[in-house]
């Protein structure tokens, strides 16, 4: 507690925050009527949420709120960093070690979940969250990614007052994020549970049998408990691969989800539907058996009334599909290895020269991700808003069709979605579109293809497109030009860096403000055209369809992914070289 004495506080606050937990707490009982049980869960929830307000709000300092939580968020369970330089063997075991284990944990299953009624909020965007549902990783990064993006928005727009030059208030950052992320794990498990995630019969009666009444409440807090669990061990998992192995363990847990789903959509041999017979009404479901066993089984009648057009374009995994993804691969590969370089000289050692790499994809795939995150909860909430029985009685905003409406379980099996595909609203117009049979096929042939058009009009479709496509587009330039600038990448960051480093540009005054005026001619303009392309590119190949589902958004990543992975490895393997053959390489 001495660092708690340390910190000023108002404790006067404490007042209305004991008003707000009770108000909380009536409003709950008397608007839902809930279980005794639900009602203590519900104030254990509340209790906790309150005091990290108190603790934020009471902090009397001159430095930023946030600094009040720290009597919380230096005390969280985190990954010690490396004491030392970890040996390049070392850190590829870690890698190995944690990919091993995010496989493993993507196939247990979670205990007590019936599966048959599980309903997955995150269907649309199950590879770009890196998890499998109904597993330990069912929530996968999704709270991990949208936790950065509060602190990103929060930071951006001035809310909270940190400098992240500063070493102090980037741990406070870096900390208070984490906690923001435990905070998300709860948001998004809860309402999942408590709605979606069925609990099995037999699991409830057994809990009935020890707590009469209280068998089903029990169920989902075990399910919760242990989405909780797998979560945060993501959490911690990433924080291994950051400290003690190569890069990011979200991106490596995103490129091994979508190498995967890739790898199966290609390859599958097995029926589309598994409770029928190999036939031509269902072929293997990967792209390579699927057009071999349909050219073989096909007369050449039935080829050209149709069949090609089964195997070009017809889901799943058509022939198309594979090609986009084999050109996305390639497009991508050529943008992440074109950059502009600045040349450098030092100030003082004459003929000490270098050059500062400006590259194309400057924000690199940080923006998409961050969209897609952000979608994905968009679909998450809305679908909630839509049918979960407490949030739809929400008024003005429960159960509303503007903001996306869902099919019924019948209604879906019907079109031939998933319950969880918005078909009107809001969240239909920023829904994914998957594959050419969801758009380009209806819109050139409308009485054809009105199967795919799931009730909706031409201009409907059309809408669905361009909302689309914008919003992928904007939405990564404006998170590019968040992470530019709360990850020291901007002009002014720049310039002071090679400034630090004694080095100016040829022709120019050794000057930070010279540096940061030539700077702006090219990063503020190179983040927009980052951000743009990423979101173009995803938003194209979402458009296209990609093999296995694996979307467009995880293509892109897998790409730039496994391409600053192998610079990443690059470097370590020539720090550990002989200082000479260092510096031969360049390093």
């Keep these: 507690m001495a660092e708690e004495e340390k910190i000023p506080r ?93 496989f493993i944990m993507t196939n247990v299953m979670l205990f007590g979940l019936d599966q048959k009624k599980t309903i997955d909020l995150f269907a649309s965007w199950r590879v770009i969250m890196a998890g499998a549902q109904g597993s330990l990783m069912h929530l996968g990064i999704g709270p991990i990614v949208t ?40 948001v998004e498990a809860i309402p999942q549970v408590y709605g979606y995630l069925t609990p099995a019969n037999s699991l409830v009666e057994t809990l009935n049998a020890l707590s009469p009444g209280n068998g089903q409440t029990l169920s989902q807090t075990i399910i919760v408990v242990q989405l909780i669990i797998g979560s945060y061990l993501v959490f911690l998992m990433d924080e291994v691969v950051s400290k003690w192995g190569i890069g990011s363990g979200i991106s490596l847990f995103i490129a091994a989800g979508v190498a995967q789903a890739i790898f199966t959509g290609t390859l599958n041999w097995m029926p589309v539907s598994s409770t029928e017979a190999l036939s031509l009404s269902n072929p293997p479901a990967g792209t390579i058996p699927k057009t071999v066993y349909m050219l073989q089984n096909m007369s050449a009648g039935e080829l050209a009334n149709g069949g ?17 993804t084999i050109i996305i691969f390639f497009v991508v590969a050529y943008v992440e290895s074109t950059r502009l370089e600045l040349p450098l000289a030092h100030g003082r050692a004459r003929g000490a020269r270098g050059r500062y790499p400006i590259r194309l994809m400057y924000s690199s795939n940080i923006p998409v991700i961050l969209m897609s995150a952000l979608l994905a909860n968009i679909a998450m909430f809305s ?156 938003a194209t190949a979402d458009m296209i369809g990609t093999v296995g589902n694996a979307s467009g958004t995880g293509v892109l990543l897998t790409v730039g992914i496994m391409i600053n992975l192998y610079e990443a490895m690059a470097r370590e393997q020539l720090m550990e070289m002989h200082p000479l053959l260092r510096g031969f390489f360049g390093e």
């Design 308 to 324: 090609f057009e089964q195997i070009f374009l017809a889901h799943p995994n058509p022939v198309i599909a594979l090609i986009g």
């Design 383 to 538: 679908m909630l808003l839509w049918s979960h029985p407490t949030l739809s009685q929400i008024p003005y905003i429960g159960h509303q069709w503007w903001i996306g409406a869902y099919p019924t379980p019948e209604q879906a099996e019907q079109m031939g979605i998933s319950p969880s595909t918005p078909i009107s609203g809001g969240a239909y117009y920023l829904s994914t579109i998957v594959g050419l049979h969801e758009w380009l096929l209806p819109l050139f042939n409308p009485q054809r293809y009105e199967v795919y058009m799931r009730g909706h009009t031409y201009w409907q479709v059309l809408a669905h497109v361009v909302v689309f496509f914008s919003a992928m587009v904007i939405g990564s330039i404006f998170f590019a030009k968040f992470w530019i600038e709360t990850t020291n990448m901007n002009s002014k960051a720049v310039a002071e860096q090679i400034e630090r480093q004694g080095m100016q540009i040829p022709g120019f005054r050794r000057d930070p403000r010279i540096l940061e005026r030539v700077l702006d001619r090219y990063i503020p303009y190179v983040t927009i055209f980052s951000g743009a392309t990423v979101g173009a590119l995803a």
């Design 10 to 102: 108002n404790y006067n606050v404490a007042v209305p925050c004991a008003f707000f937990f009770v108000l909380s707490i009536v409003i709950y009982y008397y608007a839902l009527h809930p279980e005794t049980l639900a009602l203590i869960f519900f104030g254990i929830m509340m209790a906790f949420l309150w005091a990290f307000v108190f603790l934020g709000w009471s902090y009397a300092g001159e430095k930023s709120k946030l600094y009040g939580l720290k009597v919380i968020t230096d005390r969280l369970p985190a990954v010690k960093k490396p004491d030392g330089h970890v040996v390049f063997k070392k850190k590829m075991m870690w890698v190995a070690i944690i990919l091993i284990l995010y």
């Design 147 to 186: 936790g950065s993006i509060i602190m990103q928005l929060f930071t951006g727009a001035k809310i909270i007052s940190l400098d992240l030059s500063k070493s102090e208030d980037k741990a406070v950052y870096q900390s208070t994020q984490k906690l923001i992320v435990i905070v998300m794990i709860f």
